[in-house]
């Protein structure tokens, strides 16, 4: 059974900083492309950056040189270094795992998603 569990979102300021982190089981991590994609209310899941299996990243323009993502396949873990926030950053945040090397924009193309974490950015 796989799971992927996100944790790390909050409330923070404009400017802030959070790290989410996203761990996952019941799958060979290594094998998987890792995606971030959040969803702000009434508006569609929106890819925000991906994790290759062999470490390559790839981000939306929006959060280009904000957010940093990382993977320790160690721990089977993604994480989403977040900084700059900004209020349009609010948002439901959820990890996905892609079963080959690059991963996907397209949420529809993951095969499994975690529960998702709030993050809220107040002005």
């Known amino acids: 059974q796989v799971q992927l569990v996100e944790s790390g979102g909050g409330s923070v300021q404009t400017g802030g900083s959070l790290r989410l982190s996203c761990a996952a089981s019941?799958?060979?991590?290594?094998?998987?492309?890792m995606g971030w994609f959040r969803q702000a209310p009434g508006k569609e899941r929106e890819f925000v950056s991906i994790?290759?299996?062999?470490?390559?990243?790839y981000y939306a323009a929006s959060v280009q040189g904000r957010f940093i993502i990382s993977r320790d396949n160690a721990k089977n873990t993604v994480y989403l270094q977040m900084t700059s926030l900004k209020p349009e950053d609010t948002a439901v945040y959820f990890c996905?795992?892609?079963?080959?090397?690059?991963?996907?924009?397209?949420?529809?193309?993951?095969?499994?998603w975690g529960q998702g974490t709030q993050v809220t950015v107040s002005s």
């Open positions: 994790s290759s299996t062999g470490r390559s990243t």
């Open positions: 996905a795992a892609y079963e080959g090397y690059s991963g996907s924009y397209s949420p529809y193309d993951y095969s499994y």
């Open positions: 019941g799958l060979t991590f290594s094998n998987y492309a």
